[in-house]
Nanobody, 122 residues
Framework: QVQLVESGGGLVQAGGSLRLSCAASGRTFSSYTMGWFRHAPGKEREFVAVIRWSGGRTLYADSVKGRFTISRDSAKNAVYLQMNSLKPEDTAVYYC???????????????WGQGTQVIVSS
């Protein structure tokens, strides 16, 4: 059974940093794309960043480029999202997802975690 479990969310002041983790289990993800998406109140869920497990290719949403870094650790079967220079508009529930395609579209992702809340105060 595939499981994605996020952790690391919390409350932080604007300008601060958080590191989100996603522990993946239940299958081999070497041929998968791992993504981070977020859902803010009153908005649609949106793409944040993706990484190809094999090779490490990455892609970021314009809104987080230069501030967020996605990475993976094959030994730990984990994916991370380092978030720096956080802004109040980054407040959202952040979700980890896994899919076979290289895509920023939610529909391409088969597996999802339960989400972790990030709140950035001004």
């Amino acid at each position: 059974q595939v499981q994605l479990v996020e952790s690391g969310g919390g409350l932080v002041q604007a300008g601060g940093s958080l590191r989100l983790s996603c522990a993946a289990s239940g299958r081999t993800f070497s041929s998968y794309t791992m993504g981070w998406f977020r859902h803010a109140p009153g908005k649609e869920r949106e793409f944040v960043a993706v990484i190809r497990w094999s090779g490490g290719r990455t892609l970021y949403a314009d809104s987080v480029k230069g501030r967020f870094t996605i990475s993976r650790d094959s030994a730990k079967n984990a994916v991370y999202l380092q978030m720096n220079s956080l802004k109040p508009e980054d407040t959202a529930v952040y979700y980890c997802a896994a899919g076979r395609s290289w895509s920023v579209r939610e529909i391409e992702y088969n597996y999802w975690g339960q989400g972790t809340q990030v709140i950035v105060s001004s």
